[in-house]
Structure formats: C-alpha cells, structure tokens
C-alpha cells in the first residue's frame, strides 16, 4: 500500500503547479491533501477528480480557509470527519477512511506562528488530540495519521535548531507531546523508520534561498499505530518540483489495503 501526504497551501493553486499531474503518475492507494483553502463544492472540474481516485472532502466552515481531502483507489467502507471538538471540526482539520484491515486519515494541527492566542489554541488542540490517539490505542485495527503536525520533532527535524527553540513548531512543550506520542503510547513515525539522514524536510519558509539551501523543517508526518512498524518498506519526500511551501511525503507499506 502507498501513502501520499501533501499540505497544499491551496489546492487550486497546488493543480496550478502541476500537482495532479504529478500523483497520478505515482501509483498511490491513498493520497491525504491538507489545507485546501476551498470548499468541495468549488472542485467539482476534473482535474480535482482524477479517473480511478475516489475523492472525499470535509470543509472548513469558513471559505478560503483549511479544509482537508482523500483520494483513494479502494472503495473505504466507511468515510468519518471531525474528532467531536469545535476546533478540529469547524475548521475541517481530520478525515478519516476505513478499508479492511487499516484505516487511513487526513489531518492537519494548526500553526501557531502568529500570536500568543494562537499557540495556547495550538497547545489545547494537541490536547484535545491525544485523547483521540489513546483512544484509538484500544481498537482492533490499524491507523495510519498522514498529514501536517506543524511540529519538529528532533534537532535533525528543523534547520538552525538552536535559534528556533523559542519558536512555535519547536517548543519545549510540543517536541514532549509528539516525543510522548512516539515513546510513551507507542506510535510509530513512519518515515524515520526508514530513513535516519539529516536535513529531511518537508516544508521551507518562504524568502528566496531556503528552498534552494535546503533550510527548512520536517513537519509533515505518517504516524502509524505499531503493528505497522515492520511494515514500512520505502520512504521518500519529492523535491524535483515544488507545488507549494510543502514537499509531497510517500511511504510504501507491504500490507494489502
């Protein structure tokens, strides 16, 4: 099974740049799209419904605003959105489709980059979360989280490391929240089961050389439950063009769908 996540900025904008030209020339079982920045209503033109995908959409409430998507090959039994919370909901923040033997979702946790109020959102949204993710510890099945964390984890994760630990994405008290998601509860980064090398990032500020001197941070992530651990067999972050700030994140799992 192959897993494609990618953090759009924008979809139209992400088609414009040659997005879905490029995933559908990658054989993915399961592509997870966050921030969208439109609403299903506005993508109903085919390049947003690419022959053999299934496509499934939870907006946010207000326009131009987040929003995530899945397209996937296998009809899912069941499509669910929202995690029961204002934030999450409103905001169209998680979807999430049921296959046979795993489930597969799209997500997204808000930044909180630009003020105070919104990192005390973000910290309550990490919160509101973990309880989703222990939760999900205690069903009989797998779970794949795909999508934008807005979190390095490590010092390998983030570009200039050491002048950043005072700022959003690499505070203290969000690098304890993934490390006890990761070690504690047992979850599995999915990407650095595979590849252990410095200065993989998947997303780059935007001022004129961070792309071209590779400066930025990993904050796009496949977290899987730990049964699929053993499973992940290939990992990859596709630089060769750029759609948006974010980088296209591929995982490939030896488990049928």
């Known amino acids: 099974m192959r897993v494609i996540t990618f953090n759009t ?69 069941a499509i669910m959105t ?17 296959f046979d033997k795993v489930s597969v979702s799209s997500m997204t946790i808000p930044s909180g980059l630009r003020s105070d109020e919104a990192q005390a959102a973000k910290m309550e949204y990490l919160e509101l979360f973990m309880g989703h993710l222990k939760k999900t510890l205690r069903k009989r099945r797998e779970f794949i989280f795909a999508g934008t964390f807005n979190i390095a984890h490590r010092p390998i994760d983030l570009s200039n490391w050491y ?12 690098r304890e929240w993934i490390e006890e998601v990761l070690g504690e509860m047992g979850y599995v980064d999915a990407f650095r089961e595979i590849n252990k090398a410095e200065r993989q990032y998947t997303w780059w500020p935007d001022y004129n050389r961070a792309w071209t001197l590779n400066e930025g941070a990993r904050l796009d992530y496949q977290i899987t439950t730990a049964n699929l651990r053993k499973t992940v067999k290939n990992a990859r972050i596709y630089r060769d063009q750029r759609f948006s700030e974010h980088a296209p994140l591929t995982i490939d799992y030896d488990i049928e769908i």
């Open 82 to 98: 929202g995690l029961g919370f204002e934030q999450c909901d409103f905001n169209g923040r998680f979807i999430q489709a049921d």
């Open 163 to 174: 002048v950043n630990q005072r700022v959003s994405g690499f505070l203290a008290e969000e």
């Open 9 to 77: 900025q924008g979809i139209e904008q992400a088609a414009d740049n040659g997005f879905f030209d490029w995933m559908i020339q990658q054989d993915a079982d399961v592509v997870c799209l966050q921030n969208l920045k439109a609403k299903e209503y506005q993508l109903d033109g085919d390049r947003y419904h690419p022959e053999g995908y299934h496509a499934y959409f939870f907006d946010a409430f207000e326009d131009g605003f987040s929003g995530v998507a899945l397209y996937t090959r296998h009809l899912p039994k």
